[in-house]
């Protein structure tokens, strides 16, 4: 069993678009530069927005003083240095979902394990979903009925449970039954491995990839 090597210790900043069912948006202020705003959307790297402009399904209103108003989901909220707000971006049906890279090639995914938010890493690396202990716990997953085995990681070998996910969700796509690893520590980011991607077709235009169900 392999999960993708070095991703534990990468702390990247991608970020995402997609067309797909209503998945949670995390919008966080970093600060404030005149009548612009850094916003840091889905964890990514903070991106400076002007008033009125529109990035990733976040619309920044206003900046008054140590506050700015941003629109998500056609919902207005207020945010200060520090704060973050959680909204949804909306479906559309299409089945599909689109990504976008960051300068090194990564792509992020808000998406859902058993009707529970997790923040995606792809990698195609990865032969599983793959989780890390604290997820798992946050998730509620039973771990004690899993195959216990081991995996090669960027630290060595390390042990894992293989277990049966009921539901894994990213935009308006949702398998059933997706095989994933559970690891004894922490990861950055729960990985979306082969156990979903072998499922979907897969294309890569640039930098953007787009990931449709096949069966």
């Known amino acids: 069993m392999m999960i993708g090597n070095g991703l534990y210790l990468t702390v990247l900043a991608v970020f995402l678009a997609f067309s797909g069912a209503a998945l949670a948006l ?3 202020l970093a600060g404030i530069m005149g009548s612009k705003a ?6 990514g790297e903070p991106r400076v927005i002007a008033v009125g402009q529109s990035v990733d399904g976040v619309r920044l209103i206003s900046v008054a003083g140590d506050q700015v108003i941003v629109e998500i989901d056609g919902k ?15 479906a559309d049906g299409s089945g599909k979902v689109i990504l976008t890279a960051d300068s090194r090639g990564h792509f992020m995914a808000m998406g859902m394990i058993n009707g ?8 195609t690396g990865a032969t599983m979903v793959s989780l890390g202990a604290s997820d798992a716990r946050r998730l509620g997953i039973d771990t004690s009925k899993g195959q216990r ?4 990681t960027a ?14 969700r990213v935009g308006d796509v949702t398998l059933n039954n997706v095989d994933a690893l559970i690891g004894q520590t922490d990861m950055p980011h729960a990985l979306l491995g082969m156990s979903f991607l072998n499922r979907m077709e ?7 990839m787009t990931l449709k169900k096949q069966y």
């Open 26 to 28: 995390d919008v966080g």
């Open 38 to 43: 850094m916003l840091m959307i889905n964890g």
């Open 76 to 90: 207005k909220r207020p945010l200060r240095v520090g704060q973050h707000a959680v909204g949804t971006v909306s």
């Open 116 to 123: 529970t938010s997790v923040k995606f890493l792809v990698d």
């Open 149 to 152: 085995g081991m995996s090669s």
């Open 155 to 168: 630290n060595g070998m390390a042990p894992v449970t293989k277990v049966k996910l009921d539901t894994v």
């Open 202 to 208: 897969m294309q890569r235009d640039g930098g953007t």
